[in-house]
């Protein structure tokens, strides 16, 4: 297991060039499943996450090739229609994306109950219900969950809550599907938007991603022989420019799109900081103290909970009292009492969390609890008066790349010592 020790008070300056979506590469990886040829993928993160699905796909008798450090060519015409690697598929979340993948390619699926970051109860039973109106029968037994189907025929869904999880996997098991699906109250984000788009590129017809009802035409076949570069990573910035924030710098954040985070740009702004938006990158700095403001949590495009750790650490050395309201997972404020442990003042409870903001945060041996969570105690310990250590950094590297390059980059002083 490695650890990070880390030297603070630094305040960050310089350049940061930020890497392809996590959570679109998660998704894009299983979709090339449902192709009967070649793809190749450029701007692929370099992470765990990913490395788990391309031993994944392999398993499935996919051929998986790097080129480059972020491109990836995968082979899925010889693909086997068999069960996915239990152990495998039960050790991350995005599994789930199997499930519709193999499920429009082979008619069947079956993962181990997907695990990922714990953050509260995760059920998928949107996903299991719209794989139902599709055709296909689902079961979950001894940590397994398996669907099939004889046939597969669109259909009109309409989805209880909003999820980004079962709109990506009902798009993927509906794109080989019989006849029209509609997919209501579906999720916006921006990788589903580029879910969509890759699939498009091969042939699949899908409208209207990005917006609360799409709509997908099924095709008999998805064309190979296609490059598709995966979109920047919407919460990798929003990482960068919290960073900027709490450490009072100034970050060129090189290679993402500045609107898919304005509802964190209008919260830094709020915050006393400052944004320069350059069109393909933007300037984040913060000369000046930082203003309380309050959060909730929404889907896209409302503010994401997968910043919500990251602002807190701004906002646990704002000059005042600012509150949180996380609507989308249970457990997400684990975080604060890590940060209570360098002398934030935070109480968290149920859904809320209340952070009386304190001048300075001072070092302390702290724990990652989850991946999110990870990088803002980075950020915290990187801007803490004092010497740091951070465990449980396996978390950190599932979903960023050479996260400690590049704040070395920055000025940040971290070691990564393996115990
Ligand atoms: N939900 C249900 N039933 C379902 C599915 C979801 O009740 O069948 C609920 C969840 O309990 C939650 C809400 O709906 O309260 C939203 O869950 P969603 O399905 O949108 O989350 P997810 O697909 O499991 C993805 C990201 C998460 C991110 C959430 C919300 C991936 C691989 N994961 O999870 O990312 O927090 O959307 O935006 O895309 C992360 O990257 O650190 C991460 C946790």
């Not at 944004?275 to 309050?294: A, F, Q, W």
């Not at 909730?296 to 994401?304: A, N, Q, R, W």
């Not at 997400?332 to 442990?341: A, G, I, P, S, V």
Request: aromatic content about 6%.
């Amino acid at each position: 297991m490695d650890k990070f020790i880390i030297e603070g008070n630094t305040k960050l300056c310089g350049e940061v060039e930020i890497s392809g979506a996590k959570n679109a590469a998660v998704a894009i990886l299983p979709a090339t499943l449902l192709i009967d040829g070649i793809t190749t993928l450029e701007n692929v993160p370099n992470i765990s996450d990913v490395k788990i699905i391309c031993n994944i796909l392999e398993a499935l008798g996919a051929k998986v090739s790097w080129t480059d450090e972020h491109t990836v060519v995968i082979d899925s015409r010889d693909l086997k229609c068999v069960n996915a690697p239990l152990e495998m598929t039960s050790k991350f979340r995005a599994s789930y994306y199997l499930l519709g993948a193999l499920l429009g390619r082979c008619h069947h699926a079956e993962v181990g109950i997907p695990g990922g970051c714990n953050l509260g109860a995760r059920p998928i039973d949107q996903h299991t219900k719209g794989f139902e109106v599709l055709g296909a029968t689902t079961s979950v037994s001894q940590g397994k969950i398996s669907a099939s189907a004889k046939k597969l025929i669109g259909a009109p869904i309409y989805f209880d809550v909003v999820s980004v999880g079962a709109t990506i996997n009902l798009i993927l098991a509906s794109v080989l599907a019989k006849g029209t699906t509609t997919l209501d109250n579906v999720a916006k984000e921006p990788h589903i938007v580029d879910v969509a788009n890759f699939l498009n590129s091969v042939g699949a017809e899908i409208r209207g991603a990005g917006t609360d009802t799409i709509k997908i035409n099924g095709v008999q076949s998805l064309s190979g022989n296609h490059t598709y570069s995966i979109v920047p990573d919407q919460i990798e910035a929003g990482t960068f420019m919290l960073a900027a924030v709490a450490s009072k710098g100034n970050i060129l954040i090189k290679n993402c799109i500045p609107e898919h985070l304005d509802s964190l740009s209008a919260k830094i702004i709020e915050m006393g900081g400052k944004i320069e938006d350059l069109g393909d990158s933007l300037r984040v700095s913060c000369n000046s103290k930082i203003n309380p403001t309050n959060i909730k949590t929404l889907p896209y495009p409302g503010f994401p909970t997968d910043l919500q750790p990251q602002i807190g650490v701004s906002l646990a050395i704002a000059n005042g009292t600012s509150i949180i309201n996380e609507s989308i997972w249970e457990s997400r404020f684990q975080y604060t009492d890590e940060l209570n442990k360098m002398g934030a003042q935070i109480t968290a409870q149920g859904k809320t969390a209340v952070f009386k903001g304190v001048k300075k945060l001072t070092a302390a041996h702290l724990y990652a609890t989850d991946l999110r969570a990870g990088a803002a105690l980075l950020i915290a310990c990187i801007i803490a008066d004092g010497q740091s250590e951070l465990y449980n950094i396996h978390y950190i590297d599932r979903g960023y790349e050479h996260i400690e390059d590049k704040f070395r980059k920055l000025g940040a002083k971290i070691k990564r010592v393996s115990e």
